[in-house]
């Protein structure tokens, strides 16, 4: 009997059963739990992220391996990616998941917008972009997959607060599925040769150039909003932008003929206009060094803005003298407008504060009689800064009545408002529309275009070399140690999503396949030992043995 007690604890303790009961949980810890062919791919758009003189601002990580969660089911007590539609997210819901969760995926909602909606999508834009946040924030536009997603999150049971019961929440939790977020993007480092350029050309007015008055046309023509990648600025300032290129060409008609004006007009593309206009300030100091373009100005007139509204607004630091050429021309521009006229806003300079509210104000501070033209009343209106702001927001028939009544004034300004040499002009709504075209449809963020030799600057500078004189680039480079501005690196990523289970589901499973195998253990050690103990303690059966027969006294017999 102990030959075979022994032989049965060896089949437990070395024979193939016990390879199975191990192999078991193995394969289901290693097998995933959902397939996946489930896994969706998506393009997102990192947050900005950069610096201006010395305050760093935007988000500063890239990578996300996290569970996906609502708005309303993510909890701070654990790192959560949180997907929410950006018209629906306050501030305070922003500023909690910031210093709470992992990471954050606005998704911008479907076109048309109402203004509640805008309203609260620009605000959302502003707090992220004067914040600076350690998570990392990207924005994906929607489509139907994004939206199934986005369902799915909102109705998960992981967190189900209308459970009967505490034990019917934890079943839910247990059984519902999730999804696994992951961007493996690399590590945001600073852009190495970054520069932001700005663009100059002049007409030469008749007389010795030197003594001659002179006219700055000025626009900035790059963009900004809460990612580079979707900042299109079609409005601020493609708009503008477009206008003073429409104005080039058609002065310079005016300016080839024999009685051009006695005037000197230069048009300044300038870059960095939503960094504090850095462009304009480069250049003015530049020019205040090397040469006397500065000396005789008549006024610096700045074009923002000029596509959203028929209203214009006349935006000074100083209001002008009636008998000034900035007054004459403000006149002018106010009898040209009609019914609309033109509304002059005063707004003292605040140099306290860390950012200019237009571009004017940068020679205003060198004393310069300047102004700023915007359909846009306040300098606060969050659509300068704004992702929203894209082609299908601008109404190019605004831009090009603009436009017409502004080349309009400006000759008649330039001929000193004598109706019988003032030429007739031609405003051509196709090149308005070429110009637009150009810099509407593809993004002008600092950190894409801060590039010397960039597409848009090159094409820039071919079209103001058809119109203008004396046309070069300026850069302004940043410097190694306290550089003035700064952009870093990764502006967009694939987004995967991946249909898991939520982290205590594999909790429980561990802890199972856990109290499994210790029961496995323990049977393997423990039922030889009792195998023994009953065969020990059976009472055997009693062995009767038969006599043996003396078959030798029998054959005696």
């Not at 193939?16 to 397939?35: E, G, H, K």
């Not at 010395?54 to 996300?64: E, F, L, P």
């Not at 790192?79 to 929410?84: A, D, I, L």
């Not at 700064?486 to 990523?493: C, D, E, L, P």
């Amino acid at each position: 009997m102990l030959g075979e007690t022994d032989e049965f604890s060896e089949i437990l303790k070395t024979g193939f059963p016990m390879y199975l009961l191990i192999a078991i949980p193995l394969l289901l810890v290693m097998s995933p739990v959902c397939p996946a062919n489930a896994a969706h791919e998506f393009t997102v758009y990192r947050a900005q992220q950069y610096s201006l003189q010395g305050a760093t601002y935007g988000s500063k990580s890239s990578i996300i391996n996290l569970e996906a969660r609502s708005l309303k089911t993510w909890s701070n007590r654990s790192r959560h990616c949180v997907f929410v539609l950006m018209d629906n997210f306050t501030t305070e819901e922003y500023e909690q998941i910031a210093s709470g969760s992992g990471a954050l995926v606005l998704v911008i909602p479907p076109a048309p917008y109402t203004l509640e909606q805008q309203n609260t999508m620009q605000e959302i834009e502003q707090t992220i972009l004067l914040s600076d946040t350690s998570i990392p924030i990207y924005i994906i536009n929607w489509t139907t997959e994004v939206d199934n997603l986005m369902k799915d999150l909102a109705d998960s049971k992981i967190i189900d607060e209308n459970a009967s019961s505490a034990a019917k929440a934890f079943i839910n939790s247990v059984s519902a599925n999730g999804y696994q977020i992951v961007v493996s993007a690399n590590k945001p480092v600073l852009q190495q040769n970054i520069a932001i350029s700005t663009i100059q050309g002049q007409l030469i007015g008749y007389g010795f150039q030197d003594k001659l008055p002179s006219i700055l046309v000025v626009a900035h023509y790059d963009s900004f909003g809460l990612a580079p990648e979707l900042s299109y600025g079609a409005d601020s300032n493609g708009s503008g932008a477009a206008i003073l290129l429409l104005l080039a060409k058609i002065l310079s008609r005016v300016y080839a003929e024999k009685n051009r004006p006695k005037y000197n007009v230069m048009f300044i593309l300038s870059g960095g206009g939503k960094l504090n206009y850095i462009g304009s300030k480069n250049w003015i100091e530049q020019q205040m060094e090397k040469s006397n373009t500065l000396q005789d100005v008549s006024f610096v007139l700045c074009l923002d803005s000029l596509g959203s509204e028929k209203n214009i607004y006349g935006h000074v630091s100083k209001p002008p003298k009636d008998d000034s050429k900035m007054g004459n021309f403000m006149n002018e521009l106010n009898s040209n407008l009609g019914e609309y006229g033109l509304k002059i806003i005063h707004k003292k300079i605040n140099l306290g504060s860390d950012t200019l509210a237009w571009e004017h104000e940068r020679y205003s501070i060198r004393r310069l009689p300047a102004f700023t033209l915007s359909s846009l009343k306040s300098h606060k209106n969050n659509s300068r800064r704004s992702i929203l702001d894209t082609s299908e927001t601008l109404d190019s028939k605004i831009v090009y009545r603009n436009a017409q009544i502004i080349a309009k004034t400006l000759v008649a300004h330039l001929y000193d408002y004598n109706t019988s040499e003032t030429p007739k002009i031609n405003v051509d709504f196709e090149s308005l529309r070429t110009s637009l075209d150009l810099l509407v449809l593809q993004p002008r963020s600092s950190q894409i275009i801060a590039q010397k030799n960039h597409p848009l600057v090159d094409n820039l500078f071919s079209l103001m070399s058809k119109y203008l004189k004396d046309v070069n680039v300026s850069h302004l480079t940043a410097e190694k140690v306290d550089p003035q501005f700064s952009f870093h690196t990764v502006t967009r990523a694939t987004l995967q999503v991946y249909s898991v289970k939520p982290a205590v589901f594999d909790l429980i499973l561990t802890l199972a396949i856990a109290v499994y195998l210790t029961i496995v253990y323990f049977f393997i050690q423990f039922v030889p030992v009792v195998y023994d103990l009953y065969i020990g303690t059976s009472t055997p059966e009693p062995v009767i043995s038969l006599p043996k027969k003396n078959n030798r006294k029998e054959k005696q017999r």
